[in-house]
């Protein structure tokens, strides 16, 4: 059993920046491929950033694409999001997840487990 804990979140105005953190306890996230998904208001969850267990392969959203960067630290057992440029449509609850199953993956199916989300709100 894992447990994810995101932090991070905020208010900041567009074109601003948040660094979001996923540290997990109970177990090492060595073998997990992790991903962060968000969930604007009133809209269904979406993927954002995936990276594999090597920390070697990195994907994207393409709505994110050179803005934001996923990244790990194994030794660490934590995972970060660094989110620049923040438009208000990026206003949405972050989650991470990890998956046992993949390497990698963009599906919230193949994922194992969640943290309890953290609120990102970007204003006008």
């Known amino acids: 059993q894992v447990q994810l804990v995101e932090s991070g979140g905020g208010l900041v105005q567009a074109g601003g920046s948040l660094r979001l953190s996923c540290a997990a306890s109970?177990?090492?996230?060595?073998?997990?491929?992790m991903a962060w998904f968000r969930q604007p208001p009133g809209k269904e969850r979406e993927f954002v950033a995936a990276i594999s267990w090597s920390g070697s392969g990195r994907y994207y959203a393409d709505i994110v694409k050179g803005r934001f960067t996923i990244s790990r630290d194994n030794a660490k057992n934590t995972m970060w999001l660094q989110m620049n440029s923040l438009k208000p449509e990026d206003t949405a609850v972050y989650y991470c997840a990890a998956s046992t199953v993949v390497p990698v993956a963009s599906t919230e199916d193949l994922y194992d487990y969640w943290g309890q989300g953290t609120q990102v709100t970007v204003s006008s």
């Open positions: 109970g177990r090492t996230l060595a073998s997990y491929a």
